[in-house]
Nanobody, 121 residues
Framework: QVQLVESGGGLVQAGGSLRLSCAAS????????MGWFRRAPGKEREVVAT????????NYVDAVKGRFTISRDNAKNTVYLQMNSLKPEDTAVYYC??????????????WGQGTQVTVSS
């Protein structure tokens, strides 16, 4: 069973940076499209960024464009989310997820446990 384990969350002041990591067990990581999602208090979960399995195409929600960067290192079975110029409204639990069917726009069916990101003003 493939597992996803996030790390790198924490408390940061507005304008600061954090890098989230998501390590995947198993040898099929390269077949998965990967994504980062977040759920803020009182809000529904939303997609933040996704990255394809092959050519590394990326997509971002408008609210983070130009500030966040998703990347993957297939040799390390790890996907990253570099978050710069953080704002208080970025405060949320961030989840790593995999689309095991390999579709960047499809259903994400494998999830990590989440990591808390808190941005103070």
């Amino acid at each position: 069973q493939v597992q996803l384990v996030e790390s790198g969350g924490g408390l940061v002041q507005a304008g600061g940076s954090l890098r989230l990591s998501c390590a995947a067990s198993g040898r099929t990581f390269t077949n998965y499209a990967m994504g980062w999602f977040r759920r803020a208090p009182g809000k529904e979960r939303e997609v933040v960024a996704t990255i394809s399995r092959g050519d590394g195409r990326t997509n971002y929600v408008d609210a983070v464009k130009g500030r966040f960067t998703i990347s993957r290192d297939n040799a390390k079975n790890t996907v990253y989310l570099q978050m710069n110029s953080l704002k208080p409204e970025d405060t949320a639990v961030y989840y790593c997820a995999a689309s095991t069917l390999g579709s960047i726009s499809g259903s994400y069916d494998l999830w990590g446990q989440g990591t808390q990101v808190t941005v103070s003003s």
